[in-house]
């Protein structure tokens, strides 16, 4: 019998043992080891001291990363900082520690360890290992909740600035973020239309973080927050609402009756602006397919086409006009009502 290839196979193991690595920089993250190394190299016993951790554990953490990219080990046996590592620490404003603690912690990994009952039955991963569905949850556990909104503030941080300079929002005076987290977006277009006041709306945890980071800067003047459910109402007289990884969140039905709300809001020129990925069909590589998948174990939310966009739109009162992508990858999806 023939040999099987072997770069199928070689690229197959690489995916399958793709938790290994989760987990490797989870724990990477949730040491701090790339903000101990941040002054430069250090021996693994004085690391390992630093970080509370068992020197021998923490050098065969560290050889695997380092064999990815991740650190680097020096000719002297000393572990220092990578390009990939500078990421991984806590004080980037554009970085992926947050990323990487969430994608780790106990409640997010016990999900994914659900996801065979999730694609026999359909029923969210999450909701089976936790108890409840996501935002319950995040709003009942602080630490959770502070931690997956840092990390999606994080996420925004990247890809904002492609957000807006793709999209010409000089006619909008008044700008809401409906579930706008810690406001990352909201700031950015701020500072980049000084005639713009912009409505912060979420959870008031989470509002919380905003206010902290923005207040006595001189944007603050030109910053309100709002709290509440988006499923029951929404802040009116606004220009444009932007929904930025807010529909993905959640199934048809819940994500009509958040476009219905805004519907009613939405006077005759204002627009409906939506952040998503788009998928391409067939085999055609696009993050937002995996995150997809996180989507159906995490909030039984999904990621949709083009056409599946435009039918939900259709669906809940809304046309969509333009679909504008962006260089992150994200669309920008405008609406106005049908
Ligand atoms: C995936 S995050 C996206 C945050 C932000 N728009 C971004 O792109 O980074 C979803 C946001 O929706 C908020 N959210 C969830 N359910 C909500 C509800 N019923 N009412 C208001 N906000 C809600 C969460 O607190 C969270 O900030």
């Known amino acids: 019998m023939a040999e099987p290839a072997a770069r199928p196979l070689a690229a197959l193991l690489k995916l399958i043992n793709g938790a290994w690595l989760t987990q490797a920089l989870y724990v990477a993250a949730r040491f701090r080891l790339a903000d101990l190394l941040a002054n430069g190299p250090l021996s693994v016993e004085e690391l390992a001291s630093r970080a509370g ?16 990219g991740v650190f680097h080990e020096e000719a002297s046996g ?7 590592a500078e990421h991984l620490r806590s004080d980037r404003p554009s970085g992926l520690y947050h990323w990487a603690l969430l994608q780790g912690e106990p409640w997010h990994w016990q999900a994914w360890g659900q996801l065979q009952e999730n694609v026999k039955t359909g029923v969210t991963a999450f909701e089976s290992s936790s108890g409840r569905p996501l935002f319950d949850f995040l709003e009942q556990e602080p630490a959770a909740g502070e931690c997956f909104a840092a990390a999606m503030a994080e ?30 977006l909201l700031q950015h277009l701020l500072e980049t239309y000084p005639a713009m006041h912009g409505v912060l709306f979420d959870r008031e945890a989470v509002l919380a973080k905003a206010r902290e980071r923005l207040s006595g800067t001189p944007l603050a003047q030109r910053m309100e927050y709002q709290s509440g ?58 993050h937002g397919k995996m ?37 992150s990858g994200l669309s920008l999806i405008e609406a106005v009502g049908a």
């Open 53 to 68: 951790t068992h020197p021998q554990s923490t050098a065969r953490l560290l050889r695997a990363l380092a064999m990815f």
């Open 78 to 84: 000393q572990f220092g900082l990578s390009p990939m």
């Open 155 to 184: 996420l925004s941080s990247l890809s904002t600035r492609s957000i807006v300079k793709s999209y010409d929002f000089s006619a909008f005076r008044r700008v809401v973020d409906i579930g706008g987290g810690e406001g990352i």
């Open 229 to 286: 459910s988006f499923f029951e109402s929404i802040p009116g007289n606004a220009d444009a609402y932007l929904l930025k990884h807010i529909l993905h969140d959640w199934n048809d039905a819940a994500a009509g009756r958040l476009l219905r709300a805004c519907r009613e809001q939405l006077r005759p020129h204002a627009r409906l602006l939506i952040v998503e990925y788009l998928l391409p069909s067939g085999d055609t590589f696009c």
């Open 291 to 327: 995150l997809d998948l996180e989507m159906l174990v995490m909030c039984g939310g999904q990621e949709r086409t083009q056409e599946e966009m435009r039918t939900l739109l259709a669906q809940n009162g809304l046309s969509l006009e333009r679909v504008i992508p962006t260089s």
